[in-house]
């Protein structure tokens, strides 16, 4: 009989979550937003030290539209985007008939590269454009060169948004990754680092924001008796049964980060004796992150595709890096600035089963197919 299939990533259940969905079911609030949307609002402002405003939406991607739109981007205006990243980071600029700008990955922290990231602004405003947003991402939980890309952010005074999607819980100079930009998001998909089923936040610096946010997620509903509307709405609020999961998935948080930790010293160890593999890891103290996913860079294309075979000859999945969205049919007729780092990186990345339900079984096996696939070569 075949061993049980090991994904890349998945969720599991803190067993907290069914009192919850009960409680929503039970007092009738079977509803978009309501009591447990509130509270586990709460609970995400409490993680970000209250110092962030937090509002839950019914994805990542829609909290990043809400980011765009309340960043004022409109229809022809530019917005900067990391190349190397899950379409969701930039299908919402086309939402609002926005164009994307792509600029290519740093080889320390495979996320946006702050030269190439100037050269694009530089390039943009000669052009006669300047961006109105740009979209970095910390990917696979690592964060990007915050005050590299900060610094020039503000030089050029753009704002960014930080697609903290798969970031929950990394950190950089010990602050939390979601709160560096004008907005933060998050993303609660099955896959990331908890989940509500599908869900995300948007992290904002006012009251007043976050709730201009909730406006727009409700249908832009104008303060009347009746339904009233002098804006485009959107129906993007997270509902109290999601919340509901979500409050029971905060009781696992810190529990799974540091399970995702012990998966990636798992990995170092194997590969710290694997000449010409590169394992990605910190860069420096500097930064911290979850492990969201592991990965490593082979030497060729051909090496990772058939590591990627022996792993799924033993039912392991193994995926590549994302396909870079320049090099996507959808989005590359768009500008893009770069090398050939996020190429390179498609290339002969692989990222590795790195789910917080590993048990020592699994990791045996996936270890077994490691070594065999090593000493083969
Ligand atoms: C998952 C993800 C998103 C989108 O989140 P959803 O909740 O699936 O809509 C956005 N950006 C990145 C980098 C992601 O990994």
Known sequence: MKDERIYLSLSQESGY?????????????????GPNVDEFENELQNYFENEN??????????????????????????????????????????????????????????????????????????????????????????????????????????????????????????KKCG?????????????????TSSGGALIAKSKEIKEKAIFYATQSKDAA???????????????????????????????NISLRQANHSFYKEIFKDIENVKFFDNLNVDFFSNYWLNAILLETEEQKESLRLAFNEFNIESRPLWKPMHLQPIFEKYPYYGNKVAEELFERGLCLPSGASLTDKDKNRIKEVIINFFECI
């Open 17 to 33: 979550e069914q009192e919850y969905i009960q409680r929503a079911l039970k007092s009738n609030w079977i509803t978009s937003g």
């Open 53 to 174: 405003f937090v509002a839950v939406s019914n994805s990542g991607t829609s909290a990043i539209h809400l980011a765009l739109i309340l960043l004022d981007v409109k229809a022809g205006d530019e917005v900067i985007c990391q190349s190397m990243t899950f379409s969701a980071s930039a299908n919402p600029i086309l939402y609002q008939n926005a164009n994307p700008i792509f600029v290519d990955s740093e080889v320390d922290t495979w996320n946006i590269c702050p030269e190439n990231l100037e050269i694009a602004i530089k390039d943009r405003i000669e052009k006669g454009k300047k961006p109105k947003a740009i979209i970095a991402v910390h990917l696979y939980g690592m964060p990007y060169k915050v005050d590299e890309i900060h610094s020039i952010a503000d030089k050029y005074e753009i704002s960014i948004i930080e697609d903290s999607a798969e970031a929950l819980g990394s950190s950089y100079k010990g």
């Open 179 to 195: 709160s560096f930009g004008a907005f933060g998001i998050l993303s609660f998909n099955g896959n990331k680092i908890i989940t």
């Open 225 to 255: 008796v009746h339904y009233q509307h002098s804006e485009v709405g959107y129906n993007y609020r997270m509902s109290n049964i999601c919340a509901g999961i979500g409050l029971g998935q905060m009781k696992i948080l810190e529990k």
